[in-house]
């Protein structure tokens, strides 16, 4: 199957420092990528939708100027994490949308703890 | 909108015992159905999905859910779980059959003791 790649897969940064994560897709280009979010033993939350070359569609209540999405590429989509802080602590995903039927691919996530 | 319940939390399950996870929805427009699966630190992978057709379908590990429209749930189950099926199990909606957009339920902790 398709591959998605994310990195790093943990991190660790001090209170008040910027934070970005990568997903690739590494077998295929991918037009839509989605961001999300998992508190400890919670559900997904879409966080945005990042679109290859524009601006991504944040979900309500999703503060894009705290979480910057870039999808400057059709494999490659950042998600950072500027002046962060202990409640940002969490798992974060990203799934990658492949071909014409869009079948989704889901990263490894990414576990940012703030201290 | 939608919305999805997971009705359990946690399930234990004694291995070679059968399994059940359910799940309900609620969608104001037709909806896709899908289990995900994800291991301990992982991100999730697709497990199985209804988009038409039948309505039982299987995964290649023995998983398989029933899509019943008249009831709005999708519940899943395994007749035989393994150790290696001790994992999150989330059950998602998507108004697209590529499961973009996706609404997921709460999630279902399935612990298999030996």
């Known amino acids: 199957g398709a591959v998605v790649s994310q990195h790093p897969s943990r991190v660790i940064c001090k209170s008040g420092t910027s934070v970005k994560i990568e997903c690739r897709s590494l077998?295929?280009?991918?037009?839509?990528m989605f961001w999300y979010r998992q508190f400890p033993k919670q559900s997904l939350m879409l966080m945005a939708t990042s679109n290859e070359g524009s601006k991504a569609t944040y979900e309500q209540g999703v503060e894009k100027d705290k979480f910057l999405i870039n999808h400057a590429s059709l494999t490659l989509s950042t998600l950072t994490v500027t002046s962060a802080h202990p409640e940002d602590s969490s798992f974060y995903i990203c799934?990658?949308?492949?071909?014409?039927?869009?079948?989704?691919?889901f990263g490894e996530g990414s576990r940012l703890t703030v201290l | 909108a939608q919305s999805v319940t997971q009705l359990d939390s946690q399930v234990p399950v004694f291995e070679e015992a059968p399994v059940e996870l359910r799940c309900n929805y609620s969608?104001?427009?037709?909806?896709?159905l899908f289990w995900y699966v994800q291991y301990p630190n992982q991100g999730l992978q697709l497990l199985l999905k209804?988009?038409?057709?039948?309505?039982l379908v299987k995964s290649i590990n023995g998983f398989e859910a029933e899509f019943n429209k008249s009831q709005t749930s999708f519940h899943l189950r395994k007749p035989s779980v393994h150790i290696s099926d001790t994992a999150e199990y989330f059950c998602a909606v998507s108004p697209g059959a590529a499961g973009n957009k996706l609404t997921f339920g709460g999630g279902t902790r399935v612990l298999v003791k030996p």
């Open positions: 209804y988009l038409s057709g039948s309505t």
């Open positions: 969608s104001s427009v037709s909806v896709y």
């Open positions: 799934s990658a949308s492949r071909g014409r039927t869009g079948e989704l691919f």
């Open positions: 077998d295929f280009q991918a037009t839509t």
